[in-house]
């Protein structure tokens, strides 16, 4: 089930829907009991991956308990006028375009790309044992800097284990500084080549139900797979 969390806090609150009904208002259907104050929207997946962030949505336009209705223009629900006769009809709920689906996907598959990404890769080294390396952005450049020492010829070259700054720096030969960036451009290379054909199956779709069975994991159809997702796949 999806789930939001609001600027400042750190507690997440399960949805069942979330979406625009008219130009200036969002309409949010919570499981339990909904946010008392309002910020930036930051939405995940039912995976538990962030996927989108929603700014501006500040204002409670209308509150039906588990169902609240948010304004980016910092309007707000006026009660129909009995004198005017009729009951005033809610307007009816947006349905997104096949196109406003696929961005949205595609946007969720880079997230999750990124994450991926950033979460690392394990290595044996020479000591037998399997390491694991982070990737977050300062590690893929500390990475090139990594090999202009190799091809500079040093022996000894020095990295936080497991890319933690809280552990001391050690140093790795050259092999196994070389086996670490192997493997770094590697592990980034496949998951940027496998997020891109993701997203040519996202975009081949025709329905919004073929577009839910695609997820960050699942086997992508041959006839998507890029000729360098074929080649990584049969290694």
Same mark, same amino acid.
Not at 25 to 31: D, G, L, N, S
Not at 35 to 55: M, N, S
Not at 222 to 230: F, I, N, R
């Given at each position: 089930m999806e789930k939001i969390k609001i600027k400042g806090s750190n507690k997440s609150y399960? @949805?069942? %829907?979330?979406?625009?009904?008219?130009?200036?208002?969002?309409?949010?259907?919570?499981?339990?009991?909904?946010? /008392?104050?309002?910020?930036? @929207?930051?939405?995940?997946?039912?995976?538990?991956?962030? +996927?989108?962030?929603? /700014?501006?949505w500040t204002t409670v336009y209308r509150d039906e308990g588990q169902t609240v209705y948010l304004s980016d223009d910092s309007s707000v629900y006026q009660t129909p006028d009995p004198d005017t006769g009729g009951e005033i009809l809610p307007p009816e709920p947006y349905t997104p375009t096949l196109e406003e689906l696929q961005a949205a996907k595609k946007q969720e598959v880079n997230a999750a790309c990124n994450k /991926?990404?950033?979460?690392?890769?394990?290595?044996?080294? %020479?000591?037998?044992?399997?390491?694991? *390396?982070?990737? &977050?952005?300062?590690?893929? @450049?500390? *990475?090139?800097? +990594?090999? =202009?020492?190799?091809?500079k010829g040093e022996t000894a070259i020095p990295w936080h284990p497991n890319g933690s700054s809280t552990q001391p720096c050690v140093f790795y030969s050259t092999d196994d500084m070389q086996k670490i960036t192997d =493997?770094? $451009?590697?592990?980034?290379? *496949?998951?940027?080549?496998?997020?891109? %054909?993701? &997203? @040519?199956?996202?975009?081949?779709?025709?329905?919004?139900?073929?577009?839910?069975?695609? $997820? $960050?994991?699942?086997?992508?159809?041959? /006839?998507?797979? %890029?000729?360098?997702?074929?080649a990584y796949l049969k290694a």
């Open positions: 399960e @949805i069942r %829907s979330i979406q625009t009904i008219e130009p200036h208002v969002m309409q949010i259907v919570f499981v339990g009991t909904p946010p /008392t104050k309002w910020g930036d @929207i930051t939405l995940y997946t039912d995976g538990g991956i962030e +996927c989108a962030t929603l /700014t501006g /991926t990404i950033v979460e690392g890769f394990d290595v044996k080294l %020479s000591d037998g044992q399997i390491h694991h *390396f982070t990737m &977050k952005e300062e590690d893929q @450049i500390a *990475f090139l800097t +990594c090999l =202009a020492l190799i091809s =493997a770094a $451009y590697e592990h980034r290379t *496949f998951h940027t080549t496998y997020c891109n %054909s993701l &997203k @040519i199956w996202v975009e081949a779709t025709e329905t919004a139900e073929e577009l839910q069975k695609i $997820y $960050y994991g699942a086997d992508v159809p041959e /006839t998507y797979q %890029s000729d360098v997702l074929k």
